[in-house]
């Protein structure tokens, strides 16, 4: 079992920035990937980005490619999306997940948080 604690959501103004943060306990997560989602109201859940925690590699949806970066601290186990230059459009529920995958769809991933909001204001 792996858990997943989100932290750093909020509300910031457009052209803003926001750094959240995804806690993982549980089994050793080495052989993991972490995912970042989101879901904003009377949408289907989309994908932000991953990482591969053993390469550092990653992938961006193009909605965010360019302003937003993920990253990692395997020492502190926490995984990090760095969202900068926001707009109202980023406005949504963030998730993070963990899944053996390099997947861009949400069933690949096995594990979520609990997701925190951001809110960005016109």
């Known amino acids: 079992q792996v858990q997943l604690v989100e932290s750093g959501g909020g509300l910031v103004q457009a052209g803003g920035s926001l750094r959240l943060s995804c806690a993982a306990s549980g089994r050793t997560f080495s052989n993991y990937l972490m995912g970042w989602f989101r879901q904003a109201p009377g949408k289907e859940r989309e994908f932000v980005a991953v990482i591969r925690w053993s390469d550092r590699s990653a992938r961006y949806a193009d909605s965010v490619q360019g302003r937003f970066t993920i990253s990692r601290d395997s020492a502190k186990r926490t995984g990090y999306l760095q969202m900068d230059s926001l707009k109202p459009e980023d406005t949504a529920v963030y998730y993070c997940?963990?899944?053996?995958?390099?997947?861009?769809?949400?069933?690949?991933?096995?594990?979520w948080g609990q997701g925190t909001q951001v809110t960005v204001s016109s």
């Open positions: 997940a963990a899944g053996r995958n390099f997947a861009v769809v949400a069933d690949f991933y096995d594990y």
